[in-house]
């Protein structure tokens, strides 16, 4: 046994329970009140309301099932809640400690790759502040949990290549289906694994050491046999968390034929056909998804990039963003120019870079496929990214060292001027909508039909005070086909059975706010809802925000034609 080699381990979970820790107590406190801030936030409360866990779809399989386990959890510790709001507090609590996990694991595997105590501090302060990070660290959303277990897989994926246990490497990929079945993007590093699985050399496990240096493609037929062991191991992970995790879900909800399980699996949740897609516009928005992401600089109602145009964006705003956006560049370049290897710099060989860097882009997929200013799924690019940026700066010396620790310094003061700042903001303002959300809950009766947007007094009335999902159409949810038809069939419903047909803010959005969403990525015309925007009233205006409640009311029976046929979503509909 080698006292000085335990005194380092000892040293290191020290730091690493520490960084927790700490993280933990800094988000616990910054728990905000802004629960709209994020997409999906009150997702949580169908546990609230429905009490029994349930399987979610493909993009969150689990939540639900953590959201019910973290419940039981705290009853079981004697902690409870008054209410939904209390609820959603105590999810944001398990956010809170499984996102300062995920921020010590970007340290643990900084400081495991690198042996460079400082810099892994440096790293990960710039990643525990970053905006992505604060704002879901602090509220109630869906990818937390999948962040950290990714993180953890990497983890030990990188002890079962530098201790060449194989045992390792198979729990590493079962936790890489476990990050699969919590947030689905988070497998994504699955190719990073696999490529260091390959290229890792097999003379550091014997030294117990990480040289970035010595990894290479095998060129030898049993050499290159002996490392495809270890991704073999890996793999059979995936397929047995795979298996256990979406064979016991799937079963659950009645599936139980293997091609009925297949089928399901291979479903892509998230409505692809209105968010998915590759496009210019996308790739352009990188940049600036990822410095907003890092740095709140962008606006809350970015629409693209001619919100940034001096005519309509905020000087200010411009100049900072402008300003980070510079800095991330710089890290970047520098970044690059010590990793790639050149004359009197030794570095992996090309081959094993290609790959590296290819399995590194699969993780910024979701970002160009979905949305590039979607906070979610750059939790996990920017812990690789960080990381990544921590193994660079390592190898710096004189004046490139001096260059890293200035940008960094610069990243980390944009940080914590700007990010927070909103956090604190966030954490001590009332909800904002919560008053026009509670006035909607007392009209609203137990029979009446609701057509609710995306929009704060929507989402906050549905989720924290109407206990019948059944009777609510998220409009933009759904397909242009099923929103329109679900629209007439209702007011069919309501016109025999003498209910209400009630629409939040829908019905207030003009022809160009509804084109920019609703008419260009949905896929519904303005029109389908013009005989509701006439035949209806106002019955209460909000405070928060320009919208309504509105009451859609037919006209009298006495004209030449019925109100059903005449209804333009009736017509779309038989059309």
Excluded at 187 to 209: H, K, Q
Excluded at 282 to 288: D, S
Aim: with cysteine.
């Amino acid at each position: 046994m080698n006292p000085r080699s335990d005194f380092a381990r000892l040293k290191l979970f020290a730091a690493f329970s520490g960084i927790w820790l700490g993280f933990a107590v800094i988000y616990l406190s910054l728990r905000t009140n802004q629960y709209t801030d994020v997409d999906g936030a009150l997702r949580c409360l169908t546990i609230y309301w429905r009490r029994p866990p349930y399987v979610g779809p493909n993009n969150h399989l689990l939540y639900p099932a953590n959201v019910y386990a973290w419940a039981r959890l705290l009853k079981a510790l004697g902690f409870g809640w008054s209410g939904p709001e209390s609820f959603i507090r105590s999810v944001q609590a398990m956010n809170a400690i499984f996102a300062a996990g995920a921020v010590a694991l970007v340290y643990l595997l900084i400081r495991r790759l690198t042996g460079a105590g400082l810099i892994a501090i440096v790293c990960t302060l710039i990643y525990g502040t970053s905006r992505a990070v604060l704002i879901h660290a602090t509220n109630s959303a869906e990818p937390v949990v999948g962040l950290f277990v990714s993180l953890v897989a990497a983890a030990l994926a990188i002890e079962g290549l530098v201790r060449a246990k194989l045992s390792l490497l198979v729990f590493s990929g079962a936790g890489l289906a476990l990050a699969l079945a919590n947030y689905e993007s988070m497998f994504l590093i699955a190719p990073l694994v696999f490529v260091l699985s390959l290229i890792w050399p097999e003379r550091s496990e014997t030294r117990g050491e990480i040289n970035f240096d010595e990894f290479r493609i095998p060129g030898r037929f049993n050499d290159f046999a002996r490392r495809s062991i270890r991704g073999f191991a890996i793999g059979a992970g995936i397929l047995a968390g795979v298996a256990i995790i979406y064979g016991s879900a799937y079963r659950r909800i009645g599936l139980t034929a293997t091609g009925q399980m297949l089928r399901r699996f291979t479903q892509m949740g998230g409505s692809p056909k209105v968010y998915g897609g590759f496009s210019l516009s996308k790739a352009v928005n990188f940049i600036v998804g990822l410095t907003g992401n890092l740095v709140a600089v962008l606006p809350p109602d970015y629409q693209g990039l001619r919100r940034l145009l001096p005519q309509d964006g905020n000087p200010t705003r411009i100049i900072l963003m402008t300003s980070v956006g510079v800095i991330i560049f710089a890290i970047a370049v520098a970044g690059s120019l010590q990793l790639v290897p050149r004359r009197g710099r030794p570095g992996p060989s090309r081959s094993a870079l290609t790959l590296l860097v290819v399995a590194f882009s699969c993780v910024f997929l979701p970002v160009f496929y979905w949305d590039p200013i979607y906070d979610k799924l750059w939790l996990q690019p920017l812990a690789l990214a960080t990381i990544v940026a921590g193994l660079a700066s390592s190898r710096a010396n004189g004046a490139s060292v001096r260059i890293f620790a200035l940008l960094a310094g610069a990243l980390l003061i944009f940080e914590i001027i700007v990010n927070i700042p909103l956090i604190l903001r966030g954490h001590a303002r009332k909800t904002e909508c919560l008053d026009d959300a509670r006035a909607v809950a007392g009209i609203v009766r137990p029979g009446d039909k609701v057509i609710a947007d995306f929009d704060p007094v929507s989402t906050l009335w549905a989720g924290l005070y109407n206990e019948n999902p059944s009777r609510v159409l998220v409009f933009p949810a759904v397909r242009p086909s099923e929103s329109i038809s679900t629209v007439a069939r209702w007011e069919m419903r309501c016109a025999i059975a003498g209910c209400r047909l009630l629409f939040i803010n829908l019905l207030d959005q003009t022809e160009q706010g509804w084109q920019a969403f609703l008419g260009s990525r949905v896929g519904v015309p303005y029109q389908a809802l013009s005989n509701y925007r006439g035949d209806s009233k106002t019955l209460l205006q909000f405070t928060c925000e320009q919208g309504s409640l509105r009451e859609f009311l037919p006209k009298s029976s006495g004209r030449t034609s019925s109100p059903v046929n005449k209804s333009p979503a009736r017509a779309l509909v038989n059309k």
